[in-house]
């Protein structure tokens, strides 16, 4: 692999841009790897990437049944924050955004990431205790965040109305260095330092059944053919029930539609992610200065990665609200992705009831954020075959013990 | 936009004059059954990408639980019927194993 450096860009301006390689290598399968990662999202290519890179695991191959990045991690709206109440949730999302922070470096690929600030507003007495309460909680975490005044809001984010019509603007918790990134660019970044490390990325490659003996994985059928494996990772977000069955276990999952929107571009007007959860929108303005929109998922299962015009009009009507000077806004495109909700609202990365089968999923509405944290703690189960500290939580098993990581009450809202 | 009919008050509807209430027909599980039961019954769901039998609830209209049929893979509703029962009825289950031929669930065929 070529790296990318400033002296790249000027040896291949010499040559009319002649000597610019593939990022990743196409790659066929082979009989059989030590590892195979369904699903090439960000969490799978992460979960592949720090295989690699912290335990020397490189006979890995990563299986996608569309294209890289096309399922939620290309969908999202990258909001990128680690200001979480439960002490195993601000480990793994801050392990995550600390890893995102030098991530251009460590993958040398651009991800764009942009601390730029989230705020999260509180609009009722309740999001206001709520709010301190996670400040507190974050201070005792090591997780950098504060509760701050309306005026303070007001300062940050000049276009927003503090007293709406339905709900003022109480005060917000507000982390500094939350933000966002790329989210291509973190997928593509992850494919490409998998492949540099001689794994392969397979393209529109389904897995269609996984093959047990004596109630251990030996591999996959594919929609190109049997493919052997010592150990496998489920990492296919919205498809993970379907997966499961496949493998032979039920989840405590549903999937259902989430979807987002972007505007037409317009000047630069607001500088940080802001997240309204009692009315229930959010809202950035990405690089090109197109406003970039999301709110709620919808009420019932569904795979169609499309969802109902209604929740879109009540996120439009929230943010219209908040920020009025929004409301002439031209819309230009609406999409949805199917995300795959945990009752404790809190993610899955365990063992599962097949030996050397492993999945990750439960990421729901927020998982883009935890890529790199996520991919690590993946990782570092399916190499050791237990539980690192950062995952020890998350098990399949917590239901049966009653143990939830409970996020459900703590933000109402996941993204 | 799904169009739901109340088999109750017989109202033809968008779904946002509905509530969607989640998987149908789990088995209730009570005193005597141990923890795998009823972690099976609290959290684990069909979530089947096709064929779903659900609960939904007539909230803006005549405020009545009932069950639904309906395919999460295109979005096709099958029918609704009663919340008076446990599994869904014979005429129901015949139309859709007319329309999705082999299909089957859990100890339906
Ligand atoms: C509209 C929207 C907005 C969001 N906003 C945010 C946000 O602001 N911040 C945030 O942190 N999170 C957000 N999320 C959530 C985030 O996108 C997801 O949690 C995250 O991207 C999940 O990544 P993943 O790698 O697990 O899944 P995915 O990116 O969905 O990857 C799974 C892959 O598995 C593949 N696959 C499935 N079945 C098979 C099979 N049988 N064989 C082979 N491959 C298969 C799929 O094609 C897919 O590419 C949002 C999600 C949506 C939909
Ligand atoms: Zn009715």
């Known amino acids: 692999m070529k790296r990318y450096s400033a002296f790249a860009i000027a040896r291949e301006a010499m040559r009319d841009h002649s000597g610019w390689k593939r990022a990743w290598e196409k790659a066929q399968p082979k009989a059989r790897y030590d590892v195979i990662i369904i699903g090439a999202g960000g969490h799978g290519l992460a979960t592949a990437y720090y295989l690699g890179k912290n ?27 680690s200001n979480y109440l439960q002490d195993p949730s ?67 984010v000049p276009i927003i109305r503090l007293d709406g019509p339905r709900y003022p603007v109480l005060g917000g918790l507000w982390q500094e260095r939350g933000g966002t990134a790329r989210h291509d660019a973190v997928a593509w970044g992850y494919a490409r330092a998998c492949s540099a490390m001689g794994m392969d990325i397979i393209q529109q490659c389904e897995v269609t059944g996984i093959k047990s003996e ?142 050397g089968c492993f999945i990750n999923c439960g990421w729901g509405t927020g998982g883009f954020k935890a890529i790199p944290g996520s991919g690590w703690a993946m990782a570092e189960l399916m190499a050791r075959g237990q539980h690192g500290p950062l995952s020890a939580e998350f098990g399949l098993d917590r239901f049966r013990q009653g143990r939830f990581v409970d996020e459900s009450v703590a933000a109402g809202v996941a993204h | 936009m799904l169009i739901l009919t109340c088999p109750y008050c017989g109202v033809t509807s968008e779904e946002t004059e509905f509530h969607g209430g989640g998987e149908a027909h789990l088995k209730r599980e009570g005193p005597g059954s141990d923890d795998q039961a009823f972690e099976g019954y609290l959290f684990h769901r069909e979530n089947p990408y096709g064929v779903h039998f659900e609960r939904w609830r007539h909230v803006y209209g005549c405020g009545k639980w009932f069950h639904a049929a309906r395919d999460t893979q295109t979005l096709e509703v099958f029918g609704t019927y009663s919340a008076q029962v446990t599994t869904p009825p014979e005429d129901l289950l015949a139309v859709i194993r007319d329309k999705r031929p082999g299909w089957q669930w859990r100890d339906l065929a």
């Open chain 1, 90 to 156: 601000a480990a793994i999302y801050e392990k995550a955004r600390s890893l995102y922070e030098t991530l251009s470096q460590d993958l040398n690929y651009n991800i764009m990431f942009s601390p730029r600030g989230v705020i999260m507003l509180a609009q009722t007495e309740h999001e206001v205790r709520g709010y301190k309460r996670t400040a507190q909680a974050n201070a005792l975490q090591g997780v950098t965040t504060e509760f701050i005044s309306p005026e303070r809001v007001k300062e940050i």
């Open chain 1, 214 to 355: 004596n109630g251990k994985v030996v591999g996959v059928q594919t929609s190109k053919g049997d493919i052997g494996c010592s150990k496998l990772g489920i990492v296919v977000a919205g498809h993970s029930g379907v997966m499961a069955d496949k493998a032979g276990f039920r989840l405590p999952i549903e999937s259902v539609a989430l979807q987002a929107l972007v505007s037409e571009p317009i000047k630069p007007c607001m500088d940080v992610v802001v997240m309204a959860n009692t009315v229930h929108g959010y809202m950035s303005q990405s690089d090109k200065g197109e406003m970039v929109i999301g709110g709620g998922a919808d009420g019932y299962n569904n795979y169609t990665q499309r969802g109902s015009f209604h929740h879109i009009e009540e996120t439009v009507r929230a943010l219209v609200e908040t920020f009025p000077m929004i409301s002439r806004l031209k819309m230009l495109r609406q999409w949805g992705g199917i995300v795959d909700m945990t009752g404790d609202r809190s993610p899955i990365i365990s063992p599962t009831p097949l030996d």
């Open chain 1, 55 to 81: 335990f020397g695991i490189t006979n890995v191959a990563v299986l996608e049944k569309g294209w890289l990045g096309g399922g939620n991690t290309g969908r999202n709206t990258t909001i990128i924050r």
